[in-house]
């Protein structure tokens, strides 16, 4: 059983198809926030959706990213677990630049999607009250123009995975 572990571990595919599979969710998700979106929420089932498929589309989408920038470190001689352990292993903007270059609006959605991976999506508020009101301004999505970075910032290190898989 440590052999399929050891194999899957260092195995830049595997990450890739996580990756896929978390952006196949997160595309869902994004799907029923946008029909959701436009409606006045007057009512707490309303505000509920909108809550729930917001925050679940950015949190999923945060983790097909982790996936992605840990699979391509995979290709270059990095422990998945070891080198990225920024914020519990969920630091995407922080360890983005360990495996690809950024540009300023990439390190921006990073930074925004990470604050979902790591409490946003997932509980109502930070350990901190600091980090609380640090994050306020990071709890933001532009719609369409962060889901064309998200496809562009996807397919680059997609294909960066790919030609570093490939050389081996």
Do not use: C
């Not at 799907?31 to 959706?49: C, G, Y």
């Not at 920024?86 to 922080?94: F, K, L, N």
């Not at 930074?111 to 009250?129: C, D, E, H, K, N």
């Amino acid at each position: 059983m440590s052999d399929i572990f050891e194999l899957l571990q260092r195995d830049p595919n595997a990450w890739v198809e996580q990756a896929d599979a978390l952006f196949l969710s997160a595309k869902l998700a994004q799907n029923k926030f946008m029909q959701v979106r436009e409606i006045p929420a007057p009512h707490l089932d309303t505000r509920l959706q909108q809550l729930a498929f917001f925050d679940s589309f950015m949190m999923l989408t945060a983790f097909a990213f982790e996936n992605l920038i840990k699979g391509l470190g995979v290709t270059k001689g990095m422990h998945w677990k070891n080198d990225f352990s920024d914020e519990g292993g969920h630091g995407i903007a922080s360890y983005a630049h360990k495996v690809i270059s950024t540009s300023a609006e990439e390190k921006d959605l990073l930074g925004r999607l990470q604050v979902f991976s790591i409490w946003a999506g997932r509980y109502p508020m930070p350990t901190t009250s600091g980090k609380y009101h640090a994050d306020a301004d990071n709890r933001r999505f532009s719609f369409p123009k962060d889901v064309h970075l998200i496809e562009k910032l996807s397919a680059r290190l997609k294909s960066e995975i790919q030609s570093a898989a490939g050389s081996k």
